[in-house]
């Protein structure tokens, strides 16, 4: 389908001016550059040490007691990070205006016991023998060097699925994605890339938002093809939406990829930054501001190596998309607004087929109803499979 190419409108003439002359113009200006800096800092910055956000009021009969968040009387299945442990919960089964109980099984009343906090997950399958008995570990040669990876099914089938996972996270994330897969007879890789924690990080640590990560991904395409795969399937989760896009853009194995699922995906960094920037009560233009930062030849925050946002705004590289998406998003994601992922949507309603839901938060639409998840992804990766 021919299309008028789109043009990136380029951001710098709208960011207030810091400095003039190479002099900061005051102390409003290094307040500016101070809340800029820090909010680029946050943004290219793995984040590794996250802290509890649930408080655990108890166990009784019925389960344990949570205080009451926009997250802990949703419908559906979730899980808790005590410490380094994981325990499931199960339904409501009560609640009222400051605490909610949730059903749990002996293993995660042994976990929860005595607890006084956790952080709300969305892992309720977190090993993956959870998913398959069968788990090859795997080292993945990716330019930086041997990237852990699991992978879960049969070997022999001709297609095969990388499962991508989000920022600040790990390839758990991404287990909940791989029942369907399985099967359908679609093997997975779960993968990690650069400065995950996981895999061998970059010189400056630094995450890159997708502009490196996807060549990651790649080596696990390569992976897959020497094993016999001929079809590659994308799944990707949240800032691994933007590096699955990244690969089905970048790649010389992107004639192979046959679609990408998309899950709650980073489509473009600005509406995201905007809405973190609106949940703190800070002012809009911190946002161009703190992109100018990282955009600059000098780039400091970012190891010396500035980013390209236009890049990164798959909007703007729509007609760059061949392959079939299907995208999936909730309005009510808290995290990653889905206005990109609208976009992305009707600029290429060829190829995307956008699903948008309601109340599931972000990469939580598996946890608010499975059922329905497993029943649209799956119909939409068997049309896909009919089409080869």
């Not at 325990?87 to 205006?97: C, N, P, T, Y």
């Not at 005595?114 to 570990?137: C, F, I, K, N």
Request: include cysteine.
């Amino acid at each position: 389908m021919s299309r008028p190419p789109r043009r990136a409108a380029r951001r710098g003439a709208a960011r207030p001016a810091l400095v003039a002359g190479g002099v900061l113009l005051g102390g409003a200006a290094l307040a500016v550059t101070a809340a800029s800096a820090a909010l680029a800092s946050m943004l290219v910055t793995p984040p590794r040490d996250q802290r509890d956000d649930i408080r655990v009021l108890g166990l009784d009969a019925r389960g344990v007691r949570l205080g009451r968040t926009p997250d802990t009387g949703l419908p559906g299945t979730y899980a808790l990070w005590v410490g380094e442990r994981i325990a499931v919960l199960g339904e409501v089964v009560a609640q009222d205006a400051a605490s909610v109980v949730r059903a749990v099984d002996e293993e995660a009343r042994g976990i929860l016991a005595g607890v006084a906090s956790a952080r709300w997950s969305g892992y309720a399958l977190h090993r993956p023998e959870d998913v398959d008995a069968a788990v090859e570990h795997v080292a993945v040669p990716t330019e930086l060097g041997p990237a852990p990876a699991w992978i879960l099914g049969d070997q022999s089938a001709t297609t095969w699925c990388i499962q991508v996972h989000g920022r600040g996270v790990t390839r758990r994330e991404t287990l909940r994605g791989m029942p369907l897969m399985l099967e359908r007879g679609i093997p997975c890789i779960a993968v990690s890339y650069r400065n995950d924690g996981e895999a061998p990080a970059s010189g400056d640590g630094k995450l890159r938002l997708g502009l490196d990560e996807w060549r990651d991904v790649e080596a696990a395409i390569d992976l897959a093809l020497e094993r016999g795969a001929r079809r590659i399937v994308l799944m990707g989760w949240s800032m691994g939406g933007q590096i699955a896009l990244q690969v089905a853009r970048r790649s010389r194995h992107r004639r192979a990829i046959a679609g990408l699922v998309l899950d709650s995906p980073v489509v473009g960094w600005a509406p995201t930054l905007r809405l973190q920037v609106a949940l703190v009560k800070a002012p809009a233009w911190l946002v161009d501001t703190a992109v100018g930062l990282l955009e600059s030849p000098a780039a400091v925050l970012s190891g010396g190596r500035s980013l390209d946002f236009d890049e990164l705004d798959n909007v703007l590289h729509a007609d760059a998309l061949s392959q079939p998406v299907l995208l999936l998003h909730s309005a009510d994601d808290g995290y990653v607004p889905p206005d990109a992922s609208r976009e992305l949507a009707a600029a290429r309603p060829d190829i995307v087929d956008y699903r948008e839901w309601t109340t599931a938060r972000h990469t939580k639409l598996w946890n608010l109803d499975r059922g329905r998840y497993e029943a649209e992804v799956g119909a939409w990766v068997d049309r896909l499979l009919q089409r080869a």
